[in-house]
T-cell receptor, first 112, second 115 residues
Framework: SQELEQSPQSLIVQEGKNLTINCTSS?????LYWYKQKYGEGLIFLMMLQKGGEEKSHEKITAKLDEKKQQSSLHITASQPSHAGIYLCGADFASGTYKYIFGTGTRLKVLA | NAGVTQTPKFQVLKTGQSMTLQCAQD?????MYWYRQDPGMGLRLIYY???????DKGEVPNGYNVSRLNKREFSLRLESAAPSQTSVYFC??????????????FGEGSWLTVV
């Protein structure tokens, strides 16, 4: 959705490198959700961020939500081949009518 | 740990044929959804059911019908399949629609090809 922009669209990194994926909204959001998708496995929920300035970590993945609640970043430290897949951000909004949308995804490839 | 289960995983249909995608969740969620995922388009909401007994159109409802059979089950029907409906379909569920912090949990997807 154009209301939720993800960048970059694709990323190839060498194993062991750090990387960052961004998700930007033009509106203040209720919540920001990160998912990972591997072929044939559906979307796996990673993390939810709700408060401005919030940061959460799971293993080597850290997600942050900015103070204005319009931008989130997903940072992977020391990437591994197991991190490869498509990362999707989703967000819900309540300006007028409740709405839940997704970005178009970032395809990550990690070279061993 | 079933979560959201959808069937079938793969299906090939001829144009004009009908079929139903089945979905069930065991998380006692109130809300359920059907999305389709196409290259470059991301996930688009077809229909959702905010609670048992209600269904509403999403972004791309044309050519589809849904049934919320009970709290657990939400099916998606293609009455007369068209090649434009070739896609990956995801069923999903969440505790409630319209509330902040509404994490949506997805099934593994159904790959549908219409020839």
């Amino acid at each position: 959705s154009q209301e939720l922009e993800q960048s970059p669209q694709s990323l190839i990194v060498q194993e062991g490198k750090n990387l960052t994926i961004n998700c930007t909204s033009s509106k203040t959001l209720y919540g920001l959700y990160w998912y990972k998708q591997k072929y044939g496995e559906g979307l796996i929920f990673l993390m939810m961020l709700q408060k401005g300035g919030e940061e959460k970590s799971h293993e080597k993945i850290t997600a942050k939500l900015d103070e204005k609640k319009q931008q989130s970043s997903l940072h992977i430290t020391a990437s591994q081949p197991s991190h490869a897949g498509i990362y999707l951000c989703g967000a819900d909004f309540a300006s007028g009518t409740y709405k839940y949308i997704f970005g178009t995804g970032t395809r990550l490839k990690v070279l061993a | 740990n079933a979560g959201v289960t959808q069937t079938p995983k793969f299906q090939v249909l001829k144009t004009g044929q009908s079929m139903t995608l089945q979905c069930a969740q065991d998380m006692n969620h109130n809300s359920m959804y059907w999305y389709r995922q196409d290259p470059g388009m991301g996930l688009r909401l077809i229909y959702y059911s905010a609670s048992e007994g209600t269904t509403d159109k999403g972004e791309v409802p044309n050519g589809y019908n849904v049934s919320r059979l009970n709290k657990r089950e939400f099916s998606l029907r293609l009455e007369s399949a068209a090649p434009s409906q070739t896609s990956v379909y995801f069923c999903a569920s969440s505790e409630a629609w319209g509330s902040a912090g509404n994490t949506i949990y997805f099934g593994e997807g159904s790959w549908l090809t219409v020839v």
